[in-house]
């Protein structure tokens, strides 16, 4: 693939790095094992990756005191299924993903970073240049 870009583009310089693609040390992350929080769950959910993510943004919001929450799905389906337990667990999010009109994600967009929306559950659509500052955690 290096090659053929270096045919189109004679002037191209390639330039590798080992910082490329490492974490930060100022960022925080915190890793949750989904099958050990699935074990300790009582057995009467037929959803539990998504009850643990609606725990997760709850004891964000509530404990955190977070104001800005992006979680990325992969498709229209799963964003739309977060949207709506969230939604039955009252909290505020609203889904951004392409077959949404411009202005309304343009209105999310600015709920979102006015931080009258605390979550945004999106598509990779918003990894592609969205320009949000200010964002507590990402999903």
């Given amino acids: 693939m290096i090659e053929n870009i270096s ?4 002037d191209i310089k390639h330039v590798r790095t080992e910082n490329s693609h490492k974490i ?8 949750i094992d ?11 959910s037929d959803n539990k990756e998504l009850d643990i993510l609606v725990e ?12 800005s929450i992006l979680i990325f799905a992969e498709t229209k389906k799963s964003i739309d299924r977060i949207c709506d337990a969230l939604r039955h667990a009252e909290i505020k999010s609203l889904p951004y ?7 309304g994600r343009a209105m999310t967009l600015m709920l979102f970073q006015n931080q009258q929306l605390p979550v945004m559950v999106c598509s990779n659509l918003a990894a592609r ?9 990402v999903i």
Avoid: C
């Fill in 7 to 10: 045919n189109w583009f004679p």
């Fill in 24 to 31: 930060s040390p100022l960022v925080e992350q915190e890793w």
């Fill in 34 to 44: 989904v099958d050990d929080a699935i074990e300790s769950m009582d057995d009467s």
């Fill in 56 to 67: 997760v943004i709850k004891k964000s919001l509530e404990e955190r005191k977070s104001k």
């Fill in 97 to 103: 993903y392409p077959d949404i009109a411009v202005q």
């Fill in 129 to 137: 240049g969205l320009d949000t500052m200010e964002v507590q955690h």
